[in-house]
């Protein structure tokens, strides 16, 4: 078999009324893991640990948990696999996760076929058994790895027991859950990445509301938002965030004013000296701005108003003018809406450019392998700022391309009459590289060419060298006649 998706759920105890606790999934494809998600809300923190569901709220009958489920199980249409899989399966059929005709399969009945001689095949006898050196935690991403790893041995052709298997000894190790440490390694966020989430989460929220509309997929990209960090629920901010997030989506519906709270919390995170010592000002508001771009592009569309309200939330923060984005997708935009027209190719060179800083592996909706055909189809290599601040004094000036107006030397003279410098290469001292403009009058067009290549490395390296469009410098040039 192989594609399946492996699920464990813990609940109240045995009856289907005591409700689901804990739902943890991984899907697989070809023996490996291509998706994962775990769904629980906490209610008591101190509890977690005992196993059995228990610290955390019954989460039967929540909608977004669900409806999210459901989309999972529509796009990784593969059969569920579980150990016991007739108790899971009530459960999740008697709460509508599932339906009665989804395809399951017992893990045990898997096991059993291959060794059919075990004493039992409860999932801590195999995991004495298959010799995984830990204990069972009772919590549902724990098992449902624990399974995987379980199923890996027993279908390993090469794999014998130890002589010491049979009689069955488990080997005694320090009780630890998936909640402590997922993924295994991780037990913390380092700061400088807590802040980069919550500056992503503003952006994300701030970018849903920009059409005025949350739809079923952007509520469960914020749902999705949420798992990724609830390994850290118990500690701030996200003790405080995610609460309010999972009780505003409870309904499974986004409202403004809950959306407006959401964002309150977290900017009274950013207000705090902790955060303030890491993030400036221009490095929280590009961070964010990525986020606008993940949340915008959440539903897989972008309209009319989203680019118009994305230009209105560029114009209110002319500070980040010459840093990396911030002056390409001004440019793109600008370009796009100058004929009042938005043709469907220009939208998609928008979604394009715009799908280099989404990161898919954080995204429930979007699709790496779309974003990169997409990208290839639409390929943007440099874009000339818009309405650049041109300043000489002091600034190191660059040329590359052929000018309509002026030859090089003609430029050299120009920014040295003018207090710059100027030089044949681009550098990290590098302030303004000018573009030439012979057959190509539109500043915010792409442009190409080893210097730009080079600019543009540089830029994305948090270098602020500006790539201008001659148009703009000339019209500096004329301003500064005119002083």
Same mark, same amino acid.
């Given at each position: 078999?192989?594609?399946? &998706?492996?699920?464990?759920?813990?609940?109240?105890?045995?009856?289907?009324?005591?409700?689901?606790?804990?739902?943890?999934?991984?899907?697989?494809?070809?023996?490996?893991?291509?998706?994962?998600?775990?769904?629980?809300?906490?209610?008591?923190?101190?509890?977690?640990?005992?196993?059995?569901?228990?610290?955390?709220?019954?989460?039967?009958?929540?909608?977004?948990?669900?409806?999210?489920?459901?989309?999972?199980?529509?796009?990784?249409?593969?059969?569920?696999?579980?150990?016991?899989?007739?108790?899971?399966?009530?459960?999740?059929?008697?709460?509508?996760?599932?339906?009665?005709?989804?395809?399951?399969?017992?893990?045990?009945?898997?096991?059993?076929?291959?060794?059919?001689?075990?004493?039992?095949?409860?999932?801590?006898?195999?995991?004495? %058994?298959?010799?995984?050196?830990?204990?069972?935690?009772?919590?549902?991403?724990?098992?449902?790895?624990?399974?995987?790893?379980?199923?890996?041995?027993?279908?390993?052709?090469?794999?014998?027991?130890?002589?010491?298997?049979?009689?069955?000894?488990?080997?005694?190790?320090?009780?630890?859950?998936?909640?402590?440490?997922?993924?295994?390694?991780?037990?913390?966020?380092?700061?400088?990445?807590?802040?980069?989430?919550?500056?992503?989460?503003?952006?994300?929220?701030?970018?849903?509301?920009?059409?005025?509309?949350?739809?079923?997929?952007?509520?469960?990209?914020?749902?999705?938002?949420?798992?990724?960090?609830? %390994?850290?629920?118990?500690?701030?901010?996200?003790?405080?965030?995610?609460?309010? !997030?999972?009780?505003?989506?409870?309904?499974?519906?986004?409202?403004?004013?809950?959306?407006?709270?959401?964002?309150?919390?977290?900017?009274?995170?950013?207000?705090?000296?902790?955060?303030?010592?890491?993030?400036?000002?221009?490095?929280?508001?590009?961070?964010?701005?990525?986020?606008?771009?993940?949340?915008?592009?959440?539903?897989?569309?972008?309209?009319?108003?989203?680019?118009?309200?994305?230009?209105?939330?560029?114009?209110?923060?002319?500070?980040?003018?010459?840093?990396?984005?911030?002056?390409?997708?001004?440019?793109?935009?600008?370009?796009?809406?100058?004929?009042?027209?938005?043709?469907?190719?220009?939208?998609?060179?928008?979604?394009?450019?715009?799908?280099?800083? &989404?990161?898919?592996?954080?995204?429930?909706?979007?699709?790496?392998?779309?974003?990169?055909?997409?990208?290839?189809?639409?390929?943007?290599?440099?874009?000339?700022?818009?309405?650049?601040?041109?300043?000489?004094?002091?600034?190191?000036?660059?040329?590359?391309?052929?000018?309509?107006?002026?030859?090089?030397?003609?430029?050299?003279?120009? !920014?040295?009459?003018?207090?710059?410098?100027?030089?044949?290469?681009?550098?990290?001292?590098?302030?303004?590289?000018?573009?030439?403009?012979?057959?190509?009058?539109?500043?915010?067009?792409?442009?190409?060419?080893?210097?730009?290549?080079?600019?543009?490395?540089?830029?994305?390296?948090?270098?602020?060298?500006?790539?201008?469009?001659?148009?703009?410098?000339?019209?500096?040039?004329?301003?500064?006649?005119?002083?």
């Amino acid at each position: 078999m192989n594609e399946y &998706i492996l699920v464990d759920i813990e609940t109240g105890d045995f009856q289907v009324e005591s409700g689901i606790k804990e739902v943890a999934c991984l899907v697989l494809q070809l023996n490996e893991i291509v998706h994962s998600e775990h769904f629980y809300l906490i209610e008591d923190a101190n509890r977690i640990q005992e196993g059995y569901g228990k610290g955390y709220a019954t989460i039967s009958s929540h909608v977004p948990f669900i409806e999210q489920f459901q989309r999972l199980t529509k796009r990784f249409p593969f059969p569920i696999i579980a150990h016991n899989v007739p108790f899971d399966r009530k459960f999740l059929v008697h709460y509508g996760w599932i339906s009665p005709d989804h395809p399951t399969v017992d893990s045990i009945d898997l096991i059993r076929a291959i060794y059919p001689d075990l004493p039992s095949y409860s999932l801590e006898t195999c995991l004495q %058994f298959f010799e995984m050196g830990t204990e069972q935690t009772h919590t549902a991403i724990d098992d449902v790895r624990q399974l995987f790893a379980i199923l890996q041995r027993a279908y390993d052709p090469e794999w014998y027991p130890s002589s010491n298997n049979p009689p069955l000894k488990a080997k005694k190790t320090k009780k630890k859950t998936q909640r402590d440490n997922p993924e295994g390694v991780r037990r913390f966020m380092p700061k400088a990445e807590l802040h980069k989430a919550i500056n992503s989460l503003i952006g994300i929220i701030n970018g849903m509301k920009f059409d005025a509309i949350v739809n079923d997929d952007e509520v469960s990209e914020l749902v999705h938002w949420c798992n990724l960090h609830r %390994f850290l629920a118990n500690k701030p901010p996200f003790s405080d965030i995610i609460p309010v !997030i999972d009780q505003a989506l409870e309904d499974g519906v986004l409202e403004p004013e809950e959306m407006d709270d959401i964002l309150w919390l977290c900017h009274q995170v950013m207000q705090t000296d902790d955060f303030n010592e890491f993030y400036d000002l221009v490095t929280s508001s590009i961070q964010q701005l990525e986020g606008i771009l993940h949340g915008v592009l959440s539903d897989n569309e972008l309209s009319d108003l989203e680019i118009k309200q994305l230009k209105a939330w560029l114009d209110e923060r002319a500070f980040l003018k010459g840093t990396y984005p911030f002056d390409e997708i001004d440019s793109l935009i600008m370009s796009v809406l100058e004929d009042g027209v938005i043709t469907e190719d220009e939208r998609q060179s928008l979604v394009a450019f715009f799908s280099n800083f &989404i990161d898919a592996k954080q995204s429930y909706n979007l699709n790496e392998e779309e974003m990169k055909t997409l990208q290839a189809k639409y390929s943007v290599e440099g874009i000339c700022a818009a309405n650049p601040s041109i300043s000489f004094s002091n600034k190191t000036f660059c040329f590359t391309g052929a000018s309509y107006r002026a030859k090089r030397n003609d430029f050299a003279e120009l !920014i040295t009459q003018h207090g710059g410098q100027f030089t044949n290469s681009v550098t990290k001292k590098t302030n303004f590289l000018i573009v030439g403009g012979e057959g190509n009058p539109c500043w915010a067009f792409s442009c190409y060419g080893r210097k730009v290549e080079k600019a543009v490395q540089l830029r994305k390296a948090g270098t602020q060298v500006v790539i201008v469009h001659e148009n703009d410098f000339w019209k500096q040039l004329e301003k500064k006649a005119f002083v």
